[in-house]
């Protein structure tokens, strides 16, 4: 399974723009890369999914570069409400059999 | 109202007895998971489920058991055998197995075993 590295921890403050880079070295050929989002005590959930380039979704911005050997995720103008862990996966596309690896995260605490 | 639910939220367990978590969903979903997380880890998949009838062990299955009678129901059992229960367990479901489709969470169930 593909390895991800990204900060166990940053802080950020309302209104500024986050960026949350992880590192996949060993990415495949057909591996995604996917982000979500946990609270405590609840399940994580997805934020915004992709292959190659830039995605774009109401909530975040996924930039990835041509080697695909890392990638960043932005969220835009953060607010309290977006402290949170966020965990950066890599895996198989459609039929594949390998499964996705959540790592430890990243605890991003947003202060006012 | 489409989703997956756990029950209970919270379950307390004597040591040494089974204990079967629930976890179901209206979503039409083939795949179901099931994955533990302890404080301040990642998530860890114990099993998952690609149809009905059929399961595979994830990276840490010992001491877990779970069936798929239902394609909607995907029951986990942690059973004497798991040395250390006490976790937060999570629940997903996707509409196929595979990484590159989202996986939807329910609430989880916070097993306590003394």
């Known amino acids: 399974l593909a390895k991800t590295t990204q900060p166990i921890s940053m802080d950020s403050y309302e209104g500024q723009e986050v960026n949350i880079t992880c590192s996949h070295n060993n990415i495949a050929t057909n591996d995604y890369i996917t982000w979500y989002q946990q609270f405590p005590s609840q399940g994580p959930r997805f934020i915004i999914q992709?292959?190659?380039t830039k995605v774009t979704n109401e909530v975040a911005s996924l930039f990835i570069p041509a080697d695909r050997k890392s990638s960043t995720l932005s969220l835009p103008r953060v607010s309290l409400s977006d402290t949170a862990v966020y965990y950066c996966?890599?895996?198989?596309?459609?039929?594949?059999?390998?499964?996705?690896?959540f790592g430890s995260g990243t605890q991003l605490t947003v202060l006012p | 109202d489409g989703g997956i639910t756990q029950s209970p939220k919270y379950l307390f367990r004597k040591e040494g007895q089974n204990v079967t978590l629930s976890c179901e969903q209206n979503?039409?979903?083939?795949?179901m998971y099931w994955y533990r997380q302890d404080p301040g880890q990642g998530l860890r998949l114990i099993y998952y489920?690609?149809?009905?009838?059929?399961?595979q062990k994830g990276d840490i299955a010992e001491g877990y058991s779970v069936s798929r009678e239902k394609k909607e129901s995907f029951p986990l059992t942690v059973t004497s055998a798991q040395k250390n229960p006490t976790a937060f367990y999570l629940c997903?479901?996707?509409?196929?197995?595979?990484?590159?489709?989202?996986?939807?969470f329910g609430p989880g169930t916070r097993l306590t075993v003394t």
């Open positions: 997903a479901s996707s509409p196929r197995q595979g990484a590159s489709l989202e996986q939807y």
């Open positions: 979503l039409n979903h083939d795949a």
């Open positions: 996966l890599v895996g198989g596309g459609p039929g594949s059999a390998r499964q996705l690896t």
């Open positions: 992709g292959y190659k």
């Open positions: 489920s690609q149809i009905v009838n059929d399961f």
